[in-house]
């Protein structure tokens, strides 16, 4: 098992900035493949950004590319997600998601993110 904590959502003005975290309950040595997710009303989750512990080979949406950089930090068990010129656009909950090394997929309770002026 493995149990997510995500913070860092809120309310920010078009062009500002947010940094959100997610905090396993277990060493990230057992999560080969990190992620994070959005999903606004009526639409399917979709991926944002994934990472891979093995060569920290990273993936982006083509929404976000260039403005959102994903990590993690093994040391603390938690994976960020930096974002950058925020758009109303980006508005949705943001779900962290970790498939772990025996395949097992987990996800976080969501946290929001509103882009609004």
């Known amino acids: 098992q493995v149990q997510l904590v995500e913070s860092g959502g809120g309310l920010v003005q078009p062009g500002g900035s947010l940094r959100l975290s997610c905090a396993a309950s277990r060493s990230l040595s057992s999560i080969p493949t990190m992620g994070w997710y959005r999903q606004t009303p009526g639409k399917q989750r979709e991926l944002v950004a994934n990472?891979?512990?093995?060569?920290?080979?990273?993936n982006y949406a083509d929404s976000v590319k260039g403005r959102f950089t994903i990590s993690r930090d093994n040391t603390k068990n938690t994976m960020y997600l930096q974002m950058n010129s925020l758009k109303p656009e980006d508005t949705a909950v943001y779900y962290c998601?970790?498939?772990?090394?025996?395949?097992?997929?987990?996800w976080g309770q969501g946290t929001q993110v509103t882009v609004s002026s």
């Open positions: 990472i891979r512990s093995s060569s920290s080979t990273t």
């Open positions: 998601n970790v498939v772990a090394l025996w395949g097992a997929q987990y």
